[in-house]
């Protein structure tokens, strides 16, 4: 079954540095989504991404963050000054069709550590 | 603004108990329902998501959910659990005229089961 994957599993960052993190969305699959959790908090959503364009975002998507569709495979979120706030575990999801009935499928996160 | 509240933190149970976990949404529209479980080191995987028609949902693992949209939630619950269904459960909902379906979380809910 096709899953979607995530790189790296864990990343350890300064503070002030930039990170990217990457996912591979299933491959026929058209709208694609950052999520974070902060440890002990809730699964928040970051941004949605559809037709090479932000479709959504929440108010935690500061211009500190940008998401990318560089190729036709991968789908990458970008924070260019880490904050001490910014570690928590980062969910890339993705779904076949622009319904909200759709699954999202869920990689396995990126736990990010900025120190 | 749309919330999600799932009500235990945390449940422990033996094996064969019946589970029921709670969840709420506030929300005055149509919306879309989903349970998603984490397994220990695993990623976000959905048990089963309601849209529209019979109220009471049947998804994988011998799980079930029914909404009852007067009182605004949509509990899980299983008759039977096994140590197996050790994991965290996330109740989900999206509004149902967002294309872009983003999920909104509760908190989630730890499931500890004893042999």
């Known amino acids: 079954e096709p899953e979607v994957t995530q790189t790296p599993s864990h990343q350890v960052t300064q503070m002030g540095q930039e990170v990217i993190l990457r996912c591979v969305p299933i491959?026929?699959?058209?709208?694609f989504y950052w999520y974070r959790q902060i440890l002990g908090q809730k699964v928040e959503f970051l941004v949605s991404?559809?037709?090479?364009?932000?479709?959504?975002k929440s108010e935690i998507f500061d211009d500190q963050f940008s998401v990318e569709r560089p190729d036709g495979s991968n789908f990458t979120l970008k924070i260019r000054s880490t904050k001490l706030e910014d570690s928590a575990m980062y969910f890339c999801?993705?779904?076949?069709?622009?319904?909200?009935?759709?699954?999202?499928?869920f990689g396995p996160g990126t736990r990010l550590t900025v120190l | 603004a749309q919330s999600v509240s799932q009500h235990n933190h945390h449940v422990i149970l033996s094996e064969a108990a019946s589970l029921e976990l709670g969840c709420n949404y506030s929300?005055?529209?149509?919306?879309?329902l989903f349970w998603y479980v984490q397994y220990p080191g695993q990623h976000l995987q959905l048990l089963l998501k309601y849209f529209s028609g019979d109220p009471l949902v049947k998804g994988i693992k011998g799980f079930e959910a029914e909404f009852i949209k007067s009182k605004f939630s949509f509990n899980l619950r299983k008759p039977s659990v096994q140590w197996s269904d050790t994991a965290e459960y996330f109740c989900?909902?999206?509004?149902?005229?967002?294309?872009?379906?983003?999920?909104?979380f509760g908190q989630g809910t730890e499931l500890s089961v004893k042999p």
């Open positions: 491959s026929n699959h058209l709208y």
């Open positions: 929300y005055g529209g149509t919306v879309n």
């Open positions: 989900a909902v999206n509004a149902g005229d967002n294309q872009g379906g983003k999920l909104i």
């Open positions: 991404f559809y037709n090479n364009e932000i479709s959504e």
């Open positions: 999801a993705s779904k076949i069709r622009t319904s909200g009935t759709d699954t999202q499928y």
